[in-house]
């Protein structure tokens, strides 16, 4: 069986899940990481609300993102890995979301972008050579993608302007980064620069967070 099947299975799920809610506004709300209903007993919102998106063009962020990273999880690591950091990111995501919001009862999350963020982690630290098309002709180094994907997040936390889980990106990468690093340990003298240069934007988030600056 081709392991990418996988992988196909999660982008299926996402589309299908999204397009439902694009056309159901009460199914949104249903499913949507919602931190009053959360609190109030249904937890089942951070797993299902890693399924919704905001959008088509966030539903194919991220979906292409996954597509691109994932197949270096699963040839470098295998597939139950794979599956493994994708839903551990997901919930690692969900569950720093909870912690930095816990007391705004009206805060409201959806997107897979932890999930995915844990993916592309553990990527970069699998190959930290990789480089990416930005738009699809300007190439990059992933680990600059990465780095400035989680930059740009904070903004996005700071600005409140949208309905995206940018909080959920921390997570998301973090487990990755957590998971990778401790089936593969050799990376951490091997690779020493990336796996230090990965974990800035992490600290500066909790740093940010402990001078009330998010």
């Known amino acids: 069986m081709d392991n990418n099947i996988v992988m196909f299975l999660i982008i299926g799920a996402n589309a299908l899940v999204s397009y439902k809610g694009f056309n159901d506004i009460s199914f949104f709300r249903k499913y949507e990481f919602h931190i009053g209903s959360i609190r109030a007993g249904e937890q089942y919102r951070m797993f299902t609300s890693a399924f919704l998106h905001a959008d088509v063009m966030h539903l194919v962020f991220n979906m292409l993102t996954l597509y691109f990273f994932a ?61 990416i098309g930005l738009f699809f002709f300007i190439g990059i180094p992933a680990y600059v993608f990465g780095i400035g994907y989680l930059l740009y997040s904070i903004y996005g936390m700071r600005a409140k302007n949208d309905n995206i889980g940018h909080t959920a990106h921390f997570g998301g990468a973090l487990g990755g980064y957590i998971i990778t690093l401790s089936r593969m340990p050799e990376m951490i003298y091997d690779n020493t620069l990336m796996v230090v240069l990965l974990l800035i934007p992490i600290i500066l988030l909790f740093v940010l967070a402990k001078l009330g600056k998010i």
């Open 71 to 131: 197949p270096v999880v699963i040839v470098y690591m295998g597939m139950l890995p794979f599956v493994l950091i994708y839903l551990a990111s997901l919930f690692c995501g969900s569950l720093l979301t909870l912690y930095f919001h816990k007391n705004d009862y009206n805060y409201r999350a959806i997107g897979a972008s932890g999930a995915v963020t844990g993916v592309l982690y553990s990527s970069i630290l699998l190959r930290p050579d990789m480089t």
